[in-house]
């Protein structure tokens, strides 16, 4: 049977609160450097040229049964043409987005930056953690928990009699880590929050690749089914009318 645990208040004042504060502060540090670390740079017209042509085929998508047959044609036509279509891009022309990225320093030190802006005080402070508040039980979740958590809620104290509701000082210390989100949101912006599972997804990709974008949206803009929808207006409305009167 699980043993309950009474925690020192001690552990409270110098463990749990002082691994939240800091998490918190690197969080926020984190930020300002790597905002001082960026580089301005004018964004490529032909990337934001072939954003703004997937945008408009979506729309094309969304709105095709609000227009009639004729011209839904015609406008796919334009966007999925074999020829000269916007969404059309040539097998030759694909460019690789990793090699678009080595191909641009800057591209590739930009993302140098962001990576080391992560990956050092992040070690920093996990050296820091198992350092000084290796083996405590630091805290308390008030809801009950399975025996599936116990790897993550109780990283570094190897006794099974301890309930798993428990947790210890180094996953507090991954829990601040993939869970501020919400906290660096209110303080630093909504655009300005992204956590360290965005910033590791970051690093096992190369940039984005405009050929994939826009191959698939021509796929998707080819099998749109068009089904005018204004001549159903009429009938649509007598039926709600219909059950408005009755």
């Known amino acids: 049977m699980a043993e309950d645990l009474v925690l020192d208040t001690a552990i409270r004042d110098w463990v749990l609160i002082p691994l939240s504060v800091v998490m918190v502060l690197i969080g926020v540090l984190r930020y300002f450097v790597s905002k001082l670390m960026r580089s301005s ?5 032909k990337i934001v040229k072939e954003g703004q042509v997937i945008v408009r085929a979506r729309n094309l998508r969304a709105g095709a049964n609000f227009i009639p047959s004729k011209s839904f044609r015609a406008r796919r036509a334009y966007f999925s043409n074999e020829e000269n279509g916007l969404l059309f891009v040539p097998k030759g022309q694909a460019q690789n987005a990793q090699a678009q990225m080595f191909s641009d320093p800057n ?4 993302m140098m930056k962001k990576n080391l802006s992560m990956i050092i005080p992040q070690t ?3 050296a820091w953690v198992n350092f000084f508040f290796s083996g405590f039980v630091a805290a308390k979740i008030p809801f009950p928990l399975t025996q599936r958590f116990r790897s993550m809620l109780q990283n570094g104290i ?3 009699t301890v309930d798993v509701s428990y947790v210890s000082s180094r996953s507090w210390y991954f829990l601040n880590l993939f869970g501020l989100r ?3 949101s209110l303080i630093l912006g909504e655009e300005n929050a992204m956590d360290d599972t965005q910033r590791m997804m970051q690093m096992g990709g190369f940039g984005f690749d405009p050929s994939k974008s826009l191959g698939a949206e021509k796929d998707g803009l080819d099998i749109v089914q068009h089904e005018w929808a204004l001549p159903k207006f009429e009938q649509r409305a007598e039926a709600v009318l219909r059950k408005l009167v009755s």
């Open 158 to 160: 190897d006794l099974s």
């Open 107 to 110: 591209m590739a030190m930009d």
């Open 182 to 184: 919400g906290l660096f």
């Open 41 to 45: 740079q004018l964004p490529d017209a």
């Open 124 to 126: 920093l402070t996990f």
